[in-house]
């Protein structure tokens, strides 16, 4: 990506930055994404709170060896504690209080999973993610962590691979065999593209369970970071997958990269855990080939598109809006990438 315009290599939106089951009642995560540190805990009524990591006393990082005391967390060094705010509230040894806070990030919980919002001015949220349905629909098996990786890639060239139909049916040609971009629509923050594909599943997992099939794929783009896809067959059986893609900017050169996905329950009950098994199971094959591609790509000043490419402009486009810039033609930036 051309960067020069950049204010922040990092684009403003919400990611995901722990599953709710890695942040138990009272408990305390160290974290680094964005090039920074952070400390992510649980408050004693239940919700989770995200702080700049370390104490301004004296520098201790409060996610190694901090503790939850109701709703602040205790500085394992001296034990001055920090409301979900970020304010100092109690030093144990003197009644004064410092002149200083430490910085609070928005937080969301939903879908199984833990947001922050990351904006390089700390500008507050606009727009929220929404609830997934299926994530709480008894008709669909639970939603279940595929894999998480560490990517040498960026969420510019993540998108891009995202929207490009016609690697699909090449590079993943033991699943596609044709693959038609049914274009895109924008509404702010969220991108919805829809695919018409025919799958070549005889060499998948899945395709034992559901033979090969014609389909579609609907994916909700809401920012970079987190998109949501809905895949259907019209084969033998209607199957239903659905995966949440999650990635969240470590640095400048590497992406924590998870998914997760559930199926539908179309079958009776032992053989719905079987192919949720299958299918976790091919979505995690089907990336590792993307991710050979991410790692060592580059992205061509003027690369040669086609339409048969996929929207690939126009979503490039979509996502410059997330980047703060110094000059007001943001459109430009991400189209040279
Ligand atoms: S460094 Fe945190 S209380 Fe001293
Ligand atoms: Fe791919």
Redesign the pocket.
């Known amino acids: 990506m051309n960067s020069s315009h950049l204010l922040s290599p990092f684009p403003n939106s919400w990611f995901r930055i722990a599953t709710s089951d890695e942040l138990p009642a009272k408990g305390v995560l160290p974290l680094r994404y964005f090039g920074q540190d952070f400390v992510l805990f649980r408050a004693e009524d239940g919700t989770p709170h995200l702080l700049d990591a370390h104490c301004p006393h004296l520098g201790a990082h409060l996610g190694y060896g901090g503790t939850v005391e109701g709703e602040t967390i205790r500085c394992p060094f001296h034990g001055w504690q920090w409301n979900c705010q970020g304010d100092c509230v109690k030093i144990p040894y003197t009644d004064k209080s410092p002149q200083t806070q430490i910085k609070s990030w928005p937080v969301r919980e939903l879908n199984g999973l833990i947001f922050m919002y990351y904006h390089h001015q700390a500008q507050e949220p606009d727009w929220e993610i929404p609830q997934v349905p299926e994530c709480y629909s008894s008709e669909w098996t639970p939603l279940r962590s595929v894999q998480r990786w560490k990517v040498k890639t960026n969420l510019v060239q993540y998108l891009e691979?995202s929207v490009d139909v016609s690697?699909?049916y090449s590079?993943?040609r033991q699943t596609f065999d044709d693959a038609i971009s049914d274009g895109i629509e924008i509404d702010g923050p969220t991108l919805t593209h829809r695919i018409t594909q025919k799958y070549n599943l005889s060499a998948m997992l899945v395709g034992k369970l559901v033979g090969e099939a014609d389909g579609s794929v609907k994916t909700t783009y809401y920012g970079p970071g987190y998109d949501v896809s809905y895949y259907w067959t019209k084969g033998l059986i209607q199957f239903g997958l659905f995966t949440i893609f999650t990635g969240t900017p470590i640095d400048e050169d590497y992406l924590d990269v998870q998914i997760f996905s559930c199926v539908k329950k179309v079958l009776p009950p032992p053989l719905n855990l079987l192919l949720a098994a299958f299918v976790k199971q091919d979505v995690e094959v089907?990336f590792k080939?993307?991710i050979d591609i991410l790692e060592h790509r580059i992205s061509p000043t003027h690369p040669i598109l086609f339409e048969e490419d996929g929207p690939i402009k126009p979503s490039l486009r979509w996502v410059s809006q997330f980047y703060s810039s110094d000059t007001a033609d943001q459109n430009n930036l991400a189209v040279k990438s």
Request: proline residues 0%; hydrophobic residues 25%.
């Open positions: 691979n690697h699909l590079l993943h089907t080939q993307d």
